[in-house]
DNA sequence: CCGCCGCCCTGCTTGC
DNA sequence: TGCAAGCAGGGCGGCG
């Protein structure tokens, strides 16, 4: 499931491999994961423009074209986007789009689970509205996130999964983030103390810098636009490590759901 | 605006 | 051993 750090791998990978390249053609093999524009037009509308760089916006890999628009690639929970050397390599398991460039390359969009979408937007569309802030950015402060957590009557984890408040994080980073900070998954967010939040807001910056320094976790199925995996999964903390001992007290990290979710977390150490 | 819920989909795990 | 049911999960639309 890639999240920021993943995405952010993942984008920089393509910038390297891609950048500048030209689409001779696009396939479609499910049509339903090519959004917008609908039908045929997604694939000839791509046809002849340039990627012009490869970015990341929240858990969304952006390819700004020549032409001014963007397609906007949602990988959900299993998606990769694989660069290929030739099209004569078979496709990647579960490719539903893949486009081809003039220079023989390909780069196959794969996503077992159907889940992940690929959107063209025009170049004044506002894409993007509802995503809240990047927190690896200079305008995600503590005293920001004060603010955004005010009133606030969900839990805490909760809110840090909610891309419109804050954009990239997933239940890895949030569980993560949580233990980090010493604050329990479900406490209200409103009520978190100053320092809390700023424990917190640090925590969230260092996680996700680790992370991305470290190419990212690959529990299951991450691997990044080369199919490399990460390195973070090594470093976790509580994600996924039910029964076994919390590094910082020695006591047993539970499971327990949350907002539908599995969340991972030490009743000693997290308050 | 806010919070909650169900849906999408497939492969893996669980339980009988 | 074999099979079916259950589970996982990010984003989105619908609902109150």
Redo the contacts with the bound molecule.
């Keep these: ?1 890639p ?1 920021l750090p993943e995405v952010e791998t993942i984008a920089r990978g393509l910038q390297r491999a891609i950048a500048g390249k030209t689409i001779a053609a696009v396939d479609v093999t499910l049509p ?1 994961i090519a959004v917008a524009p609908p039908g045929r037009r997604f694939s000839t509308s791509l046809q002849r423009d340039t990627i012009r760089r490869v970015t990341r916006r ?3 890999v952006v390819f700004d074209l020549r032409s001014g628009r963007r397609l906007v690639t ?1 990988l ?2 299993t998606g990769r986007l694989i660069v290929q050397a030739n099209a004569a390599l078979e496709l990647l398991p ?1 490719t539903h789009v893949a486009l081809r460039f003039t220079d023989g390359s390909r780069l196959c969009f794969s996503e ?4 992940g ?1 690929m959107r063209l937007v025009e170049a004044d569309e506002p894409w993007d509205a ?1 995503l809240g802030v990047e927190p690896l950015e200079s305008s995600f402060t503590a005293r920001a996130f004060i603010g955004m957590l005010s ?5 805490i984890k ?2 840090l ?4 408040r804050i954009a990239g994080i ?3 980073y949030a569980c993560e983030a949580l233990w980090e900070a010493r604050i329990r998954p479900d406490k209200p ?2 009520s978190l103390t100053k320092p809390a939040i700023r424990r917190l807001h640090a925590a969230i910056v260092d996680v996700l810098t680790r992370a991305t320094d470290l190419r990212g976790t690959s529990v299951d199925d991450y691997v990044d636009a080369e199919g490399l995996r990460g390195g973070f999964q090594n470093r976790l903390s509580v994600y996924g490590r039910e029964g076994q001992k919390c590094p910082r007290c020695g006591s047993l990290i539970v499971r327990t ?1 949350l ?4 969340t991972w977390w030490c009743r000693r150490c997290q308050k």
């Design positions: 499931m999240e339903k929240g858990k969304y949602s959900r929970m579960y077992m689970r159907q889940f979408r509802a009133g606030r009557s969900g839990a909760v809110f999964l909610d891309q419109r997933g239940n890895i967010a409103g759901v907002g539908q979710r599995g």
